[in-house]
Structures are given as C-alpha cells and as structure tokens.
C-alpha cells in the first residue's frame, strides 16, 4: 500500500519553512508598514511581524480597549470564509483584514493584515479615545498618525499577495513530503518485486526513469501534464536534452554541469545534490523545475517539482526591486522602462514588449521602450494618435482599459496597420493602458506574438505586473521634474524664480566672455503695486503679476532670459543686444502694459504702469551683481522722475 498523506492530519507550520515565512513577512511590513499575523486553527500564533504603536503602547495595555481588541477579533473570526477576504473596523478605530489559507480544502491557518485606515482618520474622534482610557493624548495622536493609509483595493492585493505566498509555500511543503513518502514505498515496492509503474502513476510530481544505455524507459501522466512529452517525443537521453534544453549554450555552461555533479555523486556513494533548471515544454512555454534523482538498481529514477511559480516571483520580486534601486538613484526613464521590458521578456521568450508615453496633450503615443521590436515597426508607430480602433494601444490608451487582439490580421482595430505588422512578423497584439494614482492614463504596456495568441490568467496578471511597475516609475519621473521645476519656477507666474534666473544670468554672462558682443538687462517693477492690493485685494493682485508673465512671453524672444525677483520687481535679460535695441524692447514692454486693462467686479478695470532701468555691457566688463545695481539705479531714477518710464543707465 502507498503512503498516503492526509492534510488534515497537519498544521501549515508542518509544512513551511516558518523561520523562512516570517523572514518573507518582516519584508513585506518593512516594504508596507502593514502589520501581519498567521494563526492556526487551533489558536497557535504561527507567526507576528509588526505592531502599530497605537495596538501595542495604547490599546492593549488598556484593559477597557484591550477587550476591544479581543471581540473585534472575534467577530472578524466568526465571519471567516474559505476563499474570502474579510475586513472589520475593530472597536478601537482601525481596520483588519483576515483570510484563511486553505489546501486541497483543508483550510490550515488564517492570515491576519491590519491596524490600517482606508482614509485619513478622524482625529476628534482619537482624542475622544484619549480622553476616555486616559491615554497620554499628545503621544496617542502621533501613534494614530502612523498609522498606514491603504486603500481598501491596496488591501485585498496585498492580502492576496501574502496568503498565495503562503499557500505556494505550503503546496511546496506538502509535494516534498509526498515525494518522501513515495521513495519510501519505492524502496517497499523494489523489494516486493512490485512493477514501479503501479507506484508512480499515483505521484503528485512529474517522474520518470531511464536505463543504463540512456533509454527512457517510462514516464508518468504527470510527467506529460507537465511538460507536454510523452515516450514517443523523448525516446532517450539524447533527445530529451537537446529538445528540452534547445540552447546549446545553457546546455554547455548551465546543464552538463550540474549533470555531470550528479553521475560524480552517484559513482562516490555521496548524497546526490538537487538540479534547479528551466526546461522547454512542448509547447514552447518553459518550466522551472528542482530535479531529483535516485537509483534502482540500474535505472535512474528522476522526479521534477515545478517551482516556476515561486521562480517568477523571485524574478518578479528581482525586477521590482531593480526598477525601484534605479528609481532612487535618479536613473533616466528610458534605463527603468527597459528594465521592465527585460524583466517581462526574461519570464515569458515568446512575448515581444513595448511601452508607449502618451504625451501631455493626451493625444499622441511615443516610443518609450522596446527590445525586440523591429526598428522600422517602432518608427512608424511614434507619435501615433490614440482612439476607439486605432490598433491595440492607441485603442487601449483611448478607452482607458485592456485591449486584447488574438488576430492582428482580422481584427477591426488593425485595419490599415496589417501589412505593417505583417513585415514586423507580428500577429496578436495586447495592450494595457499605464494609469496614474489619480486615473490619469500615462502610456500602455503591449505584449506581442508572432503567432496568434490568446491571453490566459498568467498572462493578464503578467501585464497587470508590468503595467504597475511603469506607472510607478512614469510617475515617479514626472514628480521629480515638478519638483525640480518648482524648485527653479515662481509659482505664480511660473518665471524663472531668482534662484533660477541668477544661475541663467551667470551662463549668459560666460558665454558673453567666450563670444564676445553685448549683453543687456531690464529691472523693472510694477508702480504703486501696494495700492492695487489694499484697493482690489490681492487676488487681483496676483493676476496682475501673471499678467505681465503673459504680456514677456509674447514681447520676448525665446533666448531672453526673464524672471521675478522680487514680490513685484522683475528683470530680464537680453543677449547678444545693445542698448539701444535693449530700449526699443523696455518702451515696447512698457507701453502694452500700459494698455492693458485689468477687470475687476461689477464691470470695471483699471490700468497699471511699470517703471524700467536699463543697462548693457560687453565682454568682461561688468559681473551680474554690477549690472544688476546698474539696472537698479536707473529703475530708481525712473521712479523718481515719475513713474512709467524707461531710464537708461549713466554708465
């Protein structure tokens, strides 16, 4: 009789590597924030990373809210369904989630996530809490303030993400000690006399062996749901390594290696170590599997354990973790976008990625990464624009959701795009538009084959992965430009701010050093400024402002150089221009502020003027702290002979 093994006569920490799992859980709280805990069915704390400072110093020290605690996580229990995520708000204010980790339905453990808020908490009501258990309220506040804000969305993916962790592990666990059970009835059955065959057929991972002239001779139906082969297909040890490791160089460098450990091992009477390797499926798809081998007389018994789950989050994990390093050291977009593109290519061969921006308008897509694409298809496709059938990506970026084409060649949206694919040896296209935290769509991310295909789960959460990663880092770039121009942009007019035009100023004068010529500059402020704000507010104070933003860009050249400031002075700089071009620019400046008209409430408006100074120097004769007192002192003079006016420098 073979071993059988009843799940329910085992424990998830029977079957994981708990020490391992915690490790896995001390990563996902630092990577999150989120609190986790793992108990067994009969109340066992399996394992527990990360308290919230509002749980651990307030909550249940206090025996009032600690029996809080106590009954929501009661309540939280009883509503526990297999293959559910549930969630409560505890008496105490927080959120926690829970979700049991069941196996061959056998539910084993349930996961714990919380002590979260899906929103900004309500912080009357903490005080309120502080006051009635008497908790230090300064200290309680900042506890509530830590912590973390998840979506309730975030949430269930999250949970989603830990309990699949936690039931690969145990699957895992669960095959290996299977596997260690049917060596051990292999061992009954050879002595017995017992055909293997009969053993076998019952294994829950892919086996089979070969003789001592490499002929195989047998392989189970799990063998063949595995990988696709049967005998017919593998014959012999010959065939099987060229048609399942079909690049000579992973064969030479990665397989015969390890081969070869194992045939040393067995010669020696040593433990024969473990193979971990990626085959090729029948099908083209690949498998990472740990290979076992044993002997029976003189036949190699081998058993393969799919990993290639566990092997593509690791991959996973490894791209995410390479996409934020080159995020934080400021790598450009295009490195990170490729990066992606390398991860989701590495995992699945046969697929051919590509990720398009959607430029600020919204209208058009442009290239941002490809490996594999041809050149000329890339081309052709920048700058396309986007709409309800215009291919896969100008369809999904347009409709603001996945867009799957098994058929590039009958498809509606391709109409007009099929040779074109046709050329490239491209014949399925899906894409997934790249959407923002706010909902704002970024680009697509698009998978291509070069036959027709249809996505399968795998795939689609494949996409989704890629999809994230790009939005996270597309977005990432796009705050770190905001924040760079905020940090060189006045806010207002959106000048060059006087940090800014300073730096600008002192470029300009080095390059008037190295080509020589003339230089000039305006400072100019806005006349009785102070009493536009005390008579219409500073609202239209500020528009005021913006106005004359407004009024440079369309007097000004691209090259010159124009910045507030001051709250109300401004400066510009001309190059390559004289003094006397430099006047005609300041009267015309002055003379279409003058006209302008301000409208105010109830259908007035009123005028404003400037009054401007005006230098100019030539190579190496002035620095900008010079010029700049220069200007000054005619924009002083401006204003003491009148107002509205341009005064050129004595100098």
């Given at each position: 009789m073979?071993?059988?093994?009843d799940i329910?006569?085992y424990k ?7 020490e391992?799992f915690?490790?896995l ?5 630092k990577?999150?924030g989120?609190?986790?805990?793992v108990?067994?069915?009969d109340?066992?704390?399996?394992s527990?990373v990360?308290w919230?400072?509002?749980c ?5 020290l ?9 009954s929501?996580n ?11 995520i549930?969630?409560s ?5 927080l959120l926690?989630y829970a979700?049991p980790v069941v196996i061959e339905?056998q539910?084993?453990?349930t996961?714990f996530?919380?002590q979260?808020f899906?929103?900004a908490p309500?912080l009357?009501?903490?005080?309120e809490?502080a006051?009635?258990?008497?908790y230090?309220?300064n200290?309680y506040?900042?506890a ?5 804000i998840?979506s ?6 999250l949970?989603?993400?830990?309990v699949?962790m936690?039931k ?9 000690l ?6 051990q009835?292999?061992q009954v059955v050879?002595?017995k006399?017992?055909q ?6 019952y294994?829950?991972v892919?086996?089979g062996w ?6 195989i001779?047998y ?5 063949t749901?595995?990988?696709g ?10 065939t ?8 000579k160089?992973y064969?030479?460098?990665i397989?015969?290696?390890q081969?070869a450990?194992?045939e040393?091992?067995h010669?020696?009477?040593l433990?024969?170590p473990k193979?971990e390797?990626?085959?090729t499926?029948?099908?083209?798809t690949?498998?990472h ?6 002997y ?5 018994l081998?058993?393969f354990?799919?990993?290639t789950a ?10 995410h973790?390479?996409?934020l ?5 400021g790598?450009p977009?295009?490195?990170i ?6 991860a989701?290519?590495?995992e ?5 990625c ?6 600020e308008?919204g209208?058009h897509?442009?290239n ?8 000329f298809?890339a081309?052709a496709?920048d ?10 990506c100008?369809?999904a970026?347009y409709?603001?959701?996945?867009v799957i084409v ?6 509606e949206n391709w109409?007009g795009?099929?040779n074109l694919a ?5 014949r399925s296209?899906?894409?997934?538009p ?7 769509v970024?680009?697509t ?6 036959k027709?295909s249809?996505?399968?789960s795998?795939?689609k ?7 994230n990663l790009?939005?996270i880092?597309?977005?990432?770039k796009r705050?770190?430009?905001e924040l ?7 806010y207002?007019?959106?000048l060059a ?9 002192e470029d300009?004068?080095?390059r ?12 100019f402020?806005?006349?009785w400024?102070?009493r536009?704000?005390d ?7 500020d528009?005021v ?5 407004t009024i440079?860009?369309?007097?000004l050249?691209?090259v010159d150089?124009?910045?507030r400031?001051?709250g109300e002075e401004?400066?510009?700089v001309l ?12 009267q015309?400046l ?5 006209k302008?008209?301000m409208?105010?409430a109830?259908n ?15 190579a ?7 010029l700049?007192k220069e200007?000054?002192?005619a924009l002083y003079?401006a204003?003491?002979?009148?107002r509205n006016l ?6």
């Amino acid at each position: 009789m073979l071993n059988k093994v009843d799940i329910s006569n085992y424990k998830l920490i029977d079957l994981i590597d708990n020490e391992a799992f915690t490790t896995l859980l001390e990563s996902f709280f630092k990577a999150t924030g989120v609190p986790s805990g793992v108990v067994a069915e009969d109340g066992e704390i399996i394992s527990q990373v990360g308290w919230v400072s509002a749980c651990a110093h307030f909550h249940r020290l206090n025996p009032l809210s600690n029996q809080h605690c106590i009954s929501s996580n009661l309540e939280l229990m009883d509503g526990l369904q297999d293959g559910e995520i549930t969630f409560s708000k505890c008496q105490n204010g927080l959120l926690d989630y829970a979700t049991p980790v069941v196996i061959e339905g056998q539910r084993l453990a349930t996961i714990f996530l919380g002590q979260v808020f899906n929103e900004a908490p309500l912080l009357s009501y903490f005080e309120e809490q502080a006051n009635k258990y008497d908790y230090d309220q300064n200290r309680y506040i900042e506890a509530i303030n830590s912590v973390p804000i998840i979506s309730n969305d975030e949430m269930i993916a999250l949970m989603e993400c830990v309990v699949g962790m936690a039931k690969m592990l145990a699957s895992s666990g669960l095959a290996t000690l299977r596997q260690k059970l049917l060596q051990q009835d292999l061992q009954v059955v050879t002595q017995k006399h017992i055909q293997l065959e009969d053993i076998l057929n019952y294994s829950p991972v892919g086996v089979g062996w070969s003789d001592q002239n490499g002929k195989i001779e047998y392989v189970n139906e799990h063998f063949t749901e595995l990988f696709g082969y049967t005998l017919e297909d593998i014959p012999d040890l010959d065939t099987w390594y060229t048609t399942v490791y079909p690049d000579k160089e992973y064969r030479e460098k990665i397989v015969e290696p390890q081969y070869a450990a194992v045939e040393e091992a067995h010669k020696k009477g040593l433990k024969i170590p473990k193979v971990e390797l990626n085959i090729t499926c029948k099908d083209k798809t690949q498998k990472h599997v740990i290979i076992g081998f044993s002997y029976v007389g003189e036949k190699q018994l081998v058993n393969f354990s799919d990993m290639t789950a566990h092997w593509k989050s690791e991959k996973r994990n490894q791209a995410h973790d390479k996409m934020l390093e080159k995020v934080a050291k400021g790598s450009p977009l295009p490195d990170i976008l490729h990066t992606i593109v390398l991860a989701i290519e590495s995992e699945e061969p046969s697929a051919i990625c590509s990720i398009l921006l959607l430029d600020e308008e919204g209208k058009h897509l442009h290239n941002g990464a490809s490996l594999r694409l041809p050149k000329f298809y890339a081309e052709a496709i920048d700058g396309i624009e986007i709409g309800p059938k215009i291919g896969s990506c100008g369809s999904a970026a347009y409709l603001k959701r996945r867009v799957i084409v098994e058929d590039i060649m009958t498809h509606e949206n391709w109409q007009g795009y099929t040779n074109l694919a046709k050329a490239a040896n491209l014949r399925s296209c899906w894409s997934e538009p790249i959407v923002s935290s706010e909902g704002q769509v970024l680009g697509t991310f698009a998978i291509y084959h070069e036959k027709p295909s249809k996505p399968n789960s795998v795939d689609k959460e494949r996409i989704g992965f890629a999809t994230n990663l790009a939005a996270i880092a597309i977005e990432n770039k796009r705050t770190q430009e905001e924040l760079e121009k905020r940090a060189y942009t006045d806010y207002l007019t959106g000048l060059a701010n006087r940090r800014s035009f300073m730096e600008k100023f002192e470029d300009e004068l080095s390059r008037l050093d190295r080509y020589g010529g003339h230089l000039s500059l305006l400072m100019f402020d806005i006349d009785w400024f102070k009493r536009i704000n005390d008579t219409y507010g500073h609202n239209i104070g500020d528009r005021v402002l913006q106005k004359i933003s407004t009024i440079c860009s369309k007097i000004l050249r691209e090259v010159d150089i124009v910045g507030r400031i001051g709250g109300e002075e401004f400066a510009v700089v001309l190059p390559q221009t004289d003094i006397e071009k430099a006047l005609q620019v300041a009267q015309r400046l002055r003379t279409t502020i003058e006209k302008t008209q301000m409208k105010v409430a109830q259908n007035g408006s009123f005028n404003f003027t400037v009054s401007m100074g005006v230098t100019q120097t030539s190579a190496g004769k002035m620095d900008v702290d010079e010029l700049l007192k220069e200007a000054d002192r005619a924009l002083y003079t401006a204003k003491e002979s009148g107002r509205n006016l341009v005064c050129i420098a004595e100098s």
